[in-house]
């Protein structure tokens, strides 16, 4: 007996270990942060920086080359030439400017001017020749002074070392400028002094109140010299400017070391002297460099290519740069009431780009950075507790108001449906329901519609879209939860996207008073759309690729829409959008709505496709050169991208624990997990010919799946690829393919106006329409109450009214949507003499007559606007009429470029030939204002007899030279609105 149930374990145990292959973990052949080039993004838009920091660090000490500019927005910028010192926070990869606090430069000499105006200045040339960078590590020789300058960091802490040219060691000076950039709110600094006749001293300290991106930022320094100094004060009595003198007869290399601290000088110094303390310059270096290798050691890949490697390593670096830790080393920190907070039961971290890195970055970090995540999402609920909402983009202590949805929301439902739940659940899923039940941005008409109307809120595609997402990811956390009615009301609000679905044009579109927005371009960047186009946003349904394939019309339309995307022309119009670029066709690798399309070819059962496309953006989007990002980087999450998609997977749909599989880039890799755990991927035969799939398994067993689950990976083992140069029959069956579907409590989509003009002369024919083929229709005309029609046939509406519709079906019924109508004299006609910008029509001619006023909100689709030229319109009342009181409109937001007219003038005329002057105003419109502001001009005459009312409005032209925009030659705007006669 005993020799039977030694054979049956015997059976059992080979039987369970015959699929497991042994393998042997990618082996690194060299230090990888000697892979790392910081250097990579620093040029065109990348806005990357490249000095030392650590993973996740408080302190960026960095060269700061550029003062201002789009791509000035990390402080340095490779083409540039001159640098104006080193400062100690910089934004990684962002599209606005900030940071760029406590500025040191070394110098022979004394100047407070910082060279910018072309007057002589502390500023200094430097090449690229000699400069290197490093994890953690960055050093320049400054050429006008001959001085090398050599950077390293702790956490939150930082030594400069500076070495003089021997003729200057009598002449070692430090000028710091806390005036540096951003607007100053208040600044100071003060020497240390032991006793009141001490004439040198070592330390200093003070603080950066400051205004730029975030409204209120807070920070302390402290700094200890190696060499005794004396400082000079700048003579301009506003300036924050201070230079030191450094008793170094020796000409010994000066050190300066410095602690930051968003809460006081204390907690600054404490951060110094616990981090670095008496360490040398080479020790703070050794360790810095210790712990980025340490943390890059998390993935090790094997490949003959060292540009790839490269890449990937630069990559996985820039995914560690942000989110920042926001804390002192003692646990205290700013919170997002700027009060003073202490923990030490989690790290508290800042700059949280939502929007871009929910989609990769955060779903990267559950894998290589589990314990984070959970420090992550204790900073989300501290945020919430302090600042009384979880944060869209956060940035030292400051709620930025930049960028759509509310993006922590699938941060945590993506890591709780993972099992990383070291916070407090019950509190995480409130603060998830407290951000979706909202009324502003949007959010009440999307509540209340099922999609926002365009004329409610700018960007209302974008925001219908990311907001349906966000909701489904609180569904099915909900369902986890077993909360079905929460899970019930939210897997309803994730099917929103129906209601922006054009079905005529297959594209996301505007609806403007529930019918499309027109004239509609896809190839319009306009502000239906977060710096996109539809193109780029029509795709944009991770939560239920299986009900978006059915609304385009099955599998071969999403496979002929998808073809389309990627080999459309590349041109955009409308507005010019700095984001969007990478591209290929409309594919748009340089912004993060694009970055989820080439894995769609997966749940269409086309696999080969999605390789192709993945390996073309991974071998020309990202190269190793300063320009080598092909948009910002976006503090890790273009980054993110390369490093998952080069392991071979992506994931699509951040929550549903699967990864769509792309084309590996890599010989091996090895993925060391926090639990122990190591999991590799081979790829036999890969190069940059075989890069379709020919088969997989994983642990030895074939793998025919399109797609890898999260726990497969967490569990370790072995992803093998075998490679071919032609697409096989991997992947291709259906049941293979990936899939989100949304299958329970079904909507109904709202139905919307197919045809028929809002404002009308004679009469309108009204056309209704639903996406959903199966609904009816049910509508009402003011004139008959609460008594709705089914909808049968076109309605014709003959005078002022409003139209009620809503649409009913076995899932239930549409949202009720009303559209008022209005009747315009159909003797009216208005004339334009300049063209008005498409993205700005207002509904085309006759705009200016339609009875609509437009709001404070310029995107809200109800301002005509006028780039660069005069408005001239001319209203034909179609007879002789007397004329009492002529008015317009104009909005004022000088922020968005739009200014008030320099001159608006009335004329009349009875034969629309001579025109006879009515009345003009001047207006002073570039006096700087930050407020938004709306001017009506009007003027009263006793009677006067007028067939045709012209007005002209006259344009600013180029934007004054206070303007962020005149550097760029930017021009103004005229936003008009409504011309009124009476």
């Known amino acids: 007996m005993r020799y039977l149930l030694t054979l049956l374990i015997a059976a059992v145990f080979i039987n369970s270990c015959k699929h497991v292959t042994e393998t042997t973990p990618a082996q690194k052949d060299q ?452 909360d079905e009615e929460s899970y019930k009301s939210f897997i309803q609000r994730a099917q929103n996207y129906k209601n922006v679905y054009d079905p005529k044009s297959g594209f996301m579109r505007g609806r403007m008073r529930n019918s499309w927005f027109s004239p509609f371009d896809p190839y319009e960047v306009n502000f239906n759309y977060t710096e996109a186009n539809s193109w780029q946003y029509s795709f944009y349904v991770p939560q239920d690729v299986s009900g978006f394939i059915d609304l385009v019309g099955g599998k071969k339309a999403m496979d002929k829409k998808l073809d389309a995307l990627f080999t459309a022309q590349q041109e955009t119009s409308g507005r010019h959008q700095q984001d969007i670029t990478g591209l290929i066709g409309q594919y748009a690798h340089g912004n993060e709505p694009s970055h989820h399309m080439a894995y769609l070819y997966n749940y269409i059962h086309k696999p080969w496709k999605t390789q192709k496309r993945v390996h073309e953006i991974l071998t020309t989007m990202y190269k190793d050169t300063p320009d080598g990002i092909s948009g910002n980087e976006d503090c890790g999450q273009m980054s993110a991208w390369y490093v998952l998609s080069s392991l071979g997977f992506y994931p699509v749909t951040p929550g549903s624990n699967t990864y769509a599989i792309g084309t590996p880039l890599f010989d091996k890799a090895t993925i060391y997990l926090e639990n122990g755990n190591n999991f590799t991927i081979e790829a036999s035969n890969v190069s940059d010919t075989n890069i379709h799939i020919k088969n997989a398994s994983i642990n030895g067993k074939a793998h025919p799946y399109s797609y890898i689950n999260h726990k497969d990976i967490m569990a370790g083992g072995l992803l093998q690829f075998d490679m071919s140069s032609t697409p096989g029959r991997w992947g291709k069956h259906p049941a293979h393919s990936p899939k989100t579907a949304i299958t329970e409590h079904l909507i109904v989509a709202a139905p919307f106006i197919a045809s028929g003009d809002i404002t009308f002369t004679e009469n309108t024919t009204v056309a209704l329409q639903s996406t959903d083929k199966d609904a009816e229709i049910y509508f009402a005309l003011k004139e008959d109450g609460e008594t709705f029609k089914r909808y049968r046939k076109p309605i014709i509406i003959t005078s002022d009214t409003e139209l009620r519709t809503y649409a009913i079906s076995r899932h239930g019924k549409s949202a009720t949507i009303a559209t008022p109508f209005h009747k315009i004299n159909d003797a009216y006609k208005v004339t334009l003499e300049t063209t008005y910008a498409n993205e700005y029509s207002a509904g085309g001619e006759n705009a200016l007559i339609d009875g609509i006023r437009g709001s404070k909100e310029y995107r809200s689709g109800t301002w005509q606007g006028y780039n660069n030229q005069n408005v001239v319109a001319t209203l034909d009342l179609g007879e002789v009429k007397n004329i009492n009181a002529i008015a317009t409109s104009f909005l004022q937001d000088q922020r968005s470029w739009i200014f008030y007219p320099t001159e608006v003038s009335f004329f009349t005329s009875v034969d629309g030939t001579t025109f006879t002057p009515y009345y003009s105003q001047d207006i002073d419109a570039t006096i700087e204002s930050e407020e938004t502001l709306i001017k009506t001009v009007a003027a009263s005459q006793d009677e006067k007899a007028a067939r045709y009312i012209k007005v002209i409005a006259k344009t600013v032209g180029n934007l004054p030279s206070w303007h962020l925009g005149h550097t760029y030659d930017g021009k103004s705007w005229i936003f008009i609105d409504e011309l009124i006669v009476k």
Request: charged share 25%; aromatic share 12%; net charge negative.
């Open 31 to 482: 230090a990888l942060i000697n892979y790392v080039n910081p250097f990579i993004g620093t040029g065109g838009h990348g806005h990357t920086y490249p000095g030392a920091t650590m993973p996740f660090g408080m302190m960026q000490l960095s060269p700061d080359t550029r003062l201002d500019g789009w791509d000035g927005c990390s402080g340095y910028h490779y083409d540039d030439e001159y640098i104006y010192g080193f400062s100690h926070t910089h934004l990684s990869g962002t599209g606005v400017s900030d940071y760029g606090d406590i500025l040191l430069m070394p110098s022979n000499t004394i100047r407070f001017n910082n060279g910018a105006n072309g007057k002589k200045g502390y500023r200094d040339h430097f090449s690229h020749d000699n400069e290197i960078a490093q994890p953690g590590y960055y050093k320049v020789h400054l050429d006008s002074t001959n001085i090398d300058v050599e950077l390293t960091v702790s956490q939150r802490s930082g030594v400069h070392k500076y070495a003089f040219a021997k003729a200057d060691s009598l002449n070692n000076y430090l000028i710091i400028d806390l005036d540096h950039r951003d607007e100053v709110l208040s600044a100071s600094w003060e020497v240390i002094k032991e006793d009141d006749d001490q004439k040198l001293y070592t330390e200093m300290q003070g603080h950066r109140h400051s205004k730029a991106w975030a409204s209120k930022q807070l920070l302390y320094y402290y700094l200890k010299t190696s060499h005794p100094f004396k400082y000079i004060k700048d003579p301009q009595s506003k300036s924050n400017k201070v230079a030191l003198k450094f008793e170094n007869p020796s000409n010994e290399p000066v050190i300066i070391k410095i602690g930051i601290s968003a809460v006081d000088e204390k907690g600054a110094k404490q951060n110094l002297e616990t981090e670095i303390g008496d360490k040398t310059f080479e020790q703070v270096k050794a360790t810095a460099q210790s712990t980025w290798e340490k943390q890059l050691e998390k993935i090790i890949v094997e490949s003959e290519n060292t540009i790839y490697k490269t890449n990937f390593y630069t990559s996985l670096y820039h995914t560690m740069l942000a989110p920042n830790i926001y804390q002192d080393i003692d646990g205290r920190y700013r919170g997002m009431d700027l009060e003073i907070h202490q923990t030490t039961d989690f790290d508290y971290y800042s700059v949280f780009s939502l929007w871009d890195t929910y989609r990769a970055a955060h779903p990267l970090y559950t894998i290589i950075e589990e314990q984070r995540t959970n420090d992550f999402i204790n900073t989300f609920i501290a945020k919430y507790d302090e600042g009384g909402i979880m944060p869209i983009w956060d940035l030292s202590g400051n709620y930025t108001g930049c960028m759509i949805g509310y993006h922590a929301v699938p941060v945590i439902a993506d890591a709780y449906m993972k099992g990383i739940r070291d916070y407090d659940t019950d509190r995480a899923f409130e603060a998830m329901l407290h951000s979706a039940s909202q009324d502003k941005l949007g959010l009440d008409s999307y509540k209340k519609y099922g999609f926002i109307p365009t004329e409610m809120e700018a960007e209302s595609v974008s925001k219908t879209l990311e907001y349906a997402y966000d909701d489904w990811t609180i569904a099915i956390m909900a369902q986890e939860r077993g």
